[in-house]
C-alpha cells in the first residue's frame, strides 16, 4: 500500500508539472529543492549553459551562469526574490548570441513550495522565450511614437515634447521656438509622380532637416507635407535665421525622376515658448496658422507670430467662424443673398439673372463676410459641406423668390466640390427631385479651381450641361489667365475680375486686357459679365466695348432672402 501511495503521490506531481508546463506554453520546466539548487530540470536548456539537464542538477543557478559571457541577468534581483521566497513573476534576462548577432529574451516565471506542514520545498516554475512578442512589443512602441515613412516623432510624440517644452519654460523661465513647416508645391510632385516618388521626397528632406538643426531640437512629421520643429533654449531672431537657412536650402534641393527634375519650397510659421505661453495645443495652432499666413504672402518664407498679433488673431477668429460648420447650420446662422446681374444695354426684354451669394452670422449676431470664412473653410476642408447647403437652400428658395419669371440664379461651387465625385452626384439627384428646371441655374466656378484640375472640371460640366446647367468662369483675368484653356471648358459666361473693372478708366493696362477678354470671349460665342461696377462713368465705358453684362452697386445692392 506504502509503494502504492508513493506511486501515486509521483504520479500526481508530475501530472501537476505537465499541466504547468502546458499552461505557461514554456520551453523549459525547472525545480529547485530547499537549498535552492536545480533538483528537477526538462526541455531546451542548451541556450543557457551548453550543459545537459543531469548536470545542472544540485548546482544553484546563479553561481552556475553568473559567468556566461552572453546572459544579461540581474543575479542581484533574482537572489532577493528567492532568498526571500516570493513569487518570481516575470524576471526578464537576454542572451547575446555574437555568431548570429541577435538578442533573445526570456521570462522566467515561479512559485515557492511548501509541505502540508508548511515547510519550504524549493521552487518550481517555467523558462519561456519571448523574443517574438519583445520585438513586436517594440514595434508596436516604435510604431506609437515614430513616422514609418521618415523616422521622424509623430504628431502624437510631437505634441508630447511641446508641452515638456512648455512646461520647463513656465517653471524655469526658458524660451523656445516653434516652428511650423509646410512643403510648397509637393502636391505637384504626387500628381505627376505618384506617392511613391512624393514618399521618397518626404524621406529624403526629413533627413536633409535633420541634419540641419542641433542636438537639442526635435523634428516630428506632423502629417502629410508638414513637419514640426522645436528649437530648444533658442531666441525668436536665432530661430529665424535658422529657419530662413532652412527655406534656402530646400529651394535649392532638386528631385530627380526618369525625365522630370521636381523643386518644393517650404513656408515657416514660428512662434516663440515663453513663461507666458499657455498649452501646446494652443501653442501649435498659432504656428499653423502663422505657416499659413507665410503661404498666403507668396510662399517660401518665414511668418512670426510675435510680429504679427493683430493678423493672427483675425485669422484665429476666422478659424472661429468655420469650426463647425454642421453646428452653423443647424443653429440657422448661415443667410442667402441676391444681387442683380443686368445687360449693360438693357431692354427689358431679356432674362432676370442673380448672383447668389452667403453670408453667415457669429453667435453674437455680428455678420461675417465670405472673405473672412471661405478662405479658412476650402483650407480645413469643409467647404463642400457649405457648397450643398447653399445648392439645397437655393433650390428651396426658387419658387418663392425667382420662379415667376423664370429667373437664372448663379451659384457659387469650390474647387473641391467640382472634384468630388460624390459632389457630383449629390447635385444631379437634387437637382432632378426639385421643381427647379436645369436651365434655371448656372454654377460659377472660379478660373483657378477649373484650370487646377481640368478633368475632373470637365466631367463635372459635362454631367451638368446634360442637366441644363449653365457656367460661369468667375474671375477671369485674375490669376493665370490663358484662353487657351477656355476651348475646354464649356462655360456660358466670362465674369471678368472686379480688381480689373474698377481701374478701366484709369489704368491703361486693365482697359487693354478687359476689351481683350470681351473680344476673344465673343469670338467663342460667350457672353460676358463685369464685376464691381460702382458707377456710371465705368458703365458707359463697358457698353462702348459691347460688354454684355455688369454687376455691382450700381446695378444692384445684395438683398437678404427672407430666413
Known sequence: MRKRAIANKILQENEQRYRDLAEAGANVFWELNAELQYCYISGDIGDLCGLKPSELLGKYPPELHRNHPGLDVDWELFEQIIQARHPIRNFTFSLQEKEHDVVRIFKVNGNPLYDDELNFLGYRGVKQEITAEQNLYKKIAYQATYDDLTGLLNRREFGEKLKYSVQKARKYHTESVLCYLDLDRFKIVNDTAGHLVGDRLLSELAQLLQSMIRKEDTLGRLGGDEFGLLLEGCSIPEAEQICEKIVNTIKNYRLKWQTLEFDVGVSIGLVGISDTSTDATELLSRADLACYQAKNLGRGRVYIAENNHQELDLQQTQMGHIANVSQAIKENRFYLFKQSIKPVVDDGQQRLHYEILLRLKDRSGKWITPEQFIPIAERYGVITIVDRWVLEATLNAYGQYFAPKQAL?????????????????????????????????????????????????????????????????????????????????????????????????SEEYDRAIVTSINEVAHLMGIKTIAEFVEDDQILEHLSSISIDYAQGYIMGKPIALAA
Open 409 to 505: 440664379v448663379s451659384i457659387n461651387l469650390s474647387g473641391a466640390s467640382i472634384n468630388d465625385e460624390r459632389f457630383t452626384e449629390f447635385a444631379i439627384d437634387l437637382i432632378k427631385k426639385s421643381e427647379v428646371a436645369g436651365d434655371c441655374l448656372c454654377f460659377e466656378i472660379t478660373e483657378t479651381a477649373a484650370i487646377a484640375q481640368i478633368s475632373h472640371a470637365q466631367k463635372f460640366m459635362a454631367a451638368m450641361k446634360d442637366l441644363g446647367v449653365k457656367f460661369a468662369l468667375d474671375d477671369f483675368g485674375s490669376g493665370v489667365s490663358s484662353f487657351s484653356y477656355l476651348k475646354n471648358l464649356s462655360v456660358d459666361y466670362l465674369k471678368i475680375d472686379g480688381s480689373l473693372v474698377k481701374n478701366i478708366l
